[in-house]
């Protein structure tokens, strides 16, 4: 299995930027599709972003598309959200997953289920 540690979130005010890190450790970091998800408080974890095992493929959600991009290093076995122009609403704690069959697209790639393994979490917050 593979292991999963996220860093980079902190507040920041609206406007702003911030980049997350995923660290994976363990299995071959190149087999994963992966993915970005957040979980504001009181409502459910969603889908943020997902990438291919090649990076040649990514994925965002409506409410983040134009301000954030997905990429990855398979070199360094570390995927990255570069976020910008946040938002207050982006606020909650970011995941990181990974899913370990080939790639299905966006209808898999968007859903929980799809992902084995998932990171502690690292909190974002947006001042308004």
């Known amino acids: 299995q593979v292991q999963l540690v996220e860093s980079g979130g902190g507040l920041v005010q609206a406007g702003g930027s911030l980049r997350l890190s995923c660290a994976a450790s363990?299995?071959?970091?190149?087999?994963?599709?992966m993915g970005w998800f957040r979980q504001a408080p009181g409502k459910e974890r969603e889908f943020v972003a997902a990438?291919?095992?090649?990076?040649?493929?990514?994925y965002y959600a409506d409410s983040v598309k134009g301000r954030f991009t997905i990429s990855r290093d398979n070199a360094k076995n570390t995927q990255y959200l570069q976020m910008s122009s946040l938002k207050p609403e982006d606020t909650g704690v970011y995941y990181c997953?990974?899913?370990?069959?080939?790639?299905?697209?966006?209808?898999?790639?968007?859903?929980?289920?799809?992902?084995?393994?998932w990171g502690q979490g690292t909190q974002v917050t947006v001042s308004s």
């Open positions: 363990g299995r071959t970091f190149s087999n994963y599709n």
């Open positions: 990438i291919s095992r090649s990076g040649g493929t990514t």
């Open positions: 997953a990974a899913d370990p069959e080939p790639f299905r697209g966006l209808s898999y790639g968007r859903l929980r289920g799809t992902y084995d393994y």
